[in-house]
């Protein structure tokens, strides 16, 4: 008798492992056709979005390294004394957009590529695009974040009233990595 339930239970364990779907490891925020010229780092796996269950919404905004660098923003915010920030997937995909753009042009700058504003309605931020800080050459977050502190206006920004942001990041053929935050409400 009870190898029948042992059987059973073994065949459905089995049955569930074939048809389970593969879940890939971590991926890498990369442009479609900028893969070969733009490498984007790996990291862990991400927080599920709480915002939309869309898949091409989630495709950056869950992306690991994104996902901390929204961490850290909250984590400065709070020693300030200041509300935490939605991430949000539109401003998400504006910022990575830029940080593709220059790893791929080498243009560093707030005005190419049409500008913030311009990028947030490109890909269809709902709210009012507030500002934009970026950086070239920093080796990892904490010192991208301690950049951005170290420069006026750059933390206005970082530390203003903004409700929602949007980070990305790209290394360009040449190791240098560009950072941008895009703030909203």
Do not use: C
């Not at 008798?1 to 779907?21: D, H, I, K």
């Not at 909250?74 to 998400?92: D, G």
């Not at 080498?106 to 913030?116: D, K, L, P, R």
């Amino acid at each position: 008798m009870t190898r029948f339930p042992l059987a059973l239970l073994l065949t459905f364990v089995l049955a569930s492992a074939v048809w389970a779907e593969p879940k890939p490891e971590a991926e890498t925020p990369q442009k479609e056709e900028d893969t070969k010229k733009v490498e984007v780092k790996e990291a862990d796996d991400a927080q599920k979005s709480e915002k939309t269950d869309e898949p091409d919404k989630k495709f950056l905004h869950d992306h690991p390294t994104l996902v901390k660098m929204w961490k850290h923003s909250n984590e400065i915010r709070a020693r300030y004394q200041l509300h935490a920030q939605r991430i949000s997937p539109e401003l998400t995909k504006a910022a990575q957009d830029h940080a593709w753009y220059m790893a791929r042009t080498g243009q560093f700058s707030h005005s190419v590529n049409g500008g913030f504003v311009a990028r947030a309605r490109r890909h269809k931020y709902p709210g009012s695009p507030y500002g934009e800080i970026i950086l070239y050459g920093a080796g990892n977050i904490s010192e991208t974040f301690n950049g951005w502190l170290n420069s006026p206006g750059h933390r206005a920004i970082l530390l203003s009233g903004a409700r929602e942001v949007g980070y990305g990041y790209a290394i360009d053929r040449n190791g240098r990595t560009y950072w941008v935050g895009v703030f909203g409400n």
